[in-house]
């Protein structure tokens, strides 16, 4: 307005006006960087932010930023394998939102994401039902790079619900087929299997079958 020469009130311009409007101004456009940053990653899907810049919003203190920027980096894909450190630690946040963006966002960049797999899998076990889903299709995604979950994903299935076991046997398509084969061999036959040796090992008879069924988990 001092452009234009327009004044709205009667104020002064001295020192103290002065520096009161520099400040307003300097916190001003604070909010509305935030505010363009936001509808960025809302409105525009993370269009014109690097990979760098949104890994950097990871640490964001508004979760909302956090949770924008764990999407952006799945949409860029494999593109942000040099993320993936990062959304490993986001699946510790504290808000839910942002730790099944992150989630997502691991699947999405695929087997470069091979690290995450103890931590989806810790997810699977741990987790409220949503972000478990999530967790288990991002396993799905990241395919035999994964192999480390077999174990855990084979001892889960015994104490899954119903949505959560045909969320794993999906998984393990794409992780190790020739396991899911075996799988579906001993569900068919009203029984599901307890542990990994269960399938790797066909054990002859012993004194106590019992124990060593459940020696492995």
């Avoid at 986001?90 to 966002?105: E, I, K, Q």
């Avoid at 987790?127 to 790079?145: C, F, H, K, N």
Wanted: net charge neutral; glycine share 6%; with cysteine.
């Amino acid at each position: 307005m001092q452009v234009f020469a327009l004044k709205l009130h009667g104020a002064p311009a001295d020192w103290a006006t002065m520096c009161a409007g520099f400040v307003f101004r300097l916190c001003a456009g604070f909010w509305m960087a935030r505010f363009v940053i936001l509808w960025r990653l809302t409105l525009l899907r993370t269009w014109g932010l690097s990979i760098d810049q949104l890994t950097e919003l990871l640490d964001d203190p508004d979760a909302h930023m956090r949770r924008g920027a764990a999407e952006g980096l799945g949409k860029s894909g494999p593109l942000a394998h040099a993320s993936v450190h990062a959304l490993i630690e986001a699946l510790h946040d504290l808000d839910a939102g942002v730790r099944r963006a992150a989630a997502w966002a691991l699947g999405q960049i695929g087997p470069d994401a091979r690290s995450a797999a103890p931590r989806l899998i810790e997810i699977a076990w741990l987790e409220d039902r949503v972000l478990r889903l999530v967790a288990l299709e991002s396993l799905a995604r990241i395919g035999p790079a994964a192999q480390a979950a077999i174990h855990d994903l084979v001892c889960l299935l015994k104490v899954a619900d119903m949505e959560t076991r045909r969320a794993i046997l999906s998984a393990l398509q794409n992780i190790a087929p020739s396991v899911l084969g075996q799988i579906e061999d001993a569900l068919g036959e009203g029984d599901v299997p307890l542990c990994w040796s269960d399938l790797i090992i066909k054990p002859k008879r012993k004194k106590h079958p019992r124990a060593s069924r459940h020696a492995d988990c």
